[in-house]
């Protein structure tokens, strides 16, 4: 009775051990090494049951057969130069996930065979424990790649809307100046508004026609012809608003011929 009593405690201390590993290949390695501390027994590298099917867990075969026709439920086996061997499933609530193949000199007592069923099941359960730990890792990482694109798109959506907003207050205040005639002077007041920056319109010659926003200067310059046409050519080649020196440059042309520059 003591003997029996220190193999089961025995068991209950390698279940403990057995469930806080998360590695199939250890909860294995630890399995079979057991084996050997219940009696004069040898484990076979245990077999494996998932998605690709019954398989040795290092690629060992030879007993493939014999499991799937065992079909979840323990007997009698052959491998060689073994007096007894058995298959024993490593059972747990979703179904078996394998077999522990014990073999022997002799067939063990009814007491010793309670252990070796008893190991094969707590195996089965923490390898089960560990693909759900597996799992929940890898749904975690999922998770945490779905949140990082979710959080990028709204943050592309937020800039989109932002973007959508800036362009329809730009619309409407150049479209209300234009529909009370604001002419020069409101062109330059609205995109003031809008951009913060000091805004000079000037016709095509350089003369300052509106001015808005602070340092407006006492004496405007008068550029030199030659350079005032490189300037415009360059503008109108390029199709839109260009930086100049300490200048953004853009021209107001409806057809060929520019009537003013921003």
């Known amino acids: 009775l003591r003997a029996q009593m220190s193999n089961v405690c ?15 290949s250890e909860i294995l390695r630890l399995a079979v090494s057991s ?3 219940l009696g004069p027994y040898h484990a076979q590298d245990p077999y494996l049951v998932d998605d690709a099917g019954m398989h040795s867990s ?7 057969a014999e499991l799937i026709k065992l079909d979840g439920v323990d007997g009698a086996v052959e491998v060689p130069g073994a007096e007894w061997c058995w298959a024993f499933p490593m059972r747990a609530v979703s179904g078996h996930t394998g077999y522990l193949v014990v073999s022997a000199d002799h067939e063990p007592s009814i007491d010793q065979r309670f252990l070796l069923t008893t190991l094969a099941q707590l195996t089965g359960a923490a390898l089960v424990s560990a693909g759900l730990h597996r799992r929940e890792r890898t749904s975690t990482v999922e998770l945490g790649d779905l949140n990082a694109r979710l959080e990028s798109t709204n943050g592309q959506l937020a800039a989109a809307v932002t ?8 619309h409407e205040v150049l479209t209300r100046v234009a529909a009370f005639g604001g002419g020069a002077a409101g062109i330059a007041d609205a995109v003031y508004d809008l951009t913060g ?3 000079a319109v000037e016709d095509r ?4 026609l509106a001015w808005a926003g602070p340092g407006r200067p006492r004496t405007y310059p008068r550029p030199q012809p030659r350079n005032r046409a490189e300037l415009l050519t360059a503008v ?6 260009m930086r100049h020196r300490d ?16």
């Open 58 to 64: 290092d690629g060992d075969d030879r007993l493939t």
């Open 236 to 241: 109108r080649r390029g199709g839109r608003a």
């Open 205 to 208: 010659f350089g003369n300052l």
């Open 35 to 37: 084996v050997g501390a």
């Open 10 to 24: 025995s068991m209950f201390a390698l279940a403990m051990v057995m469930f806080d590993l998360t590695e199939e």
């Open 247 to 262: 200048r953004i440059v853009a021209v107001a042309q409806p057809r060929d011929e520019v009537l003013g520059v921003l």
């Open 163 to 170: 973007d959508l907003q800036q362009r329809q207050r730009i």
């Open 197 to 199: 920056l000091a805004v």
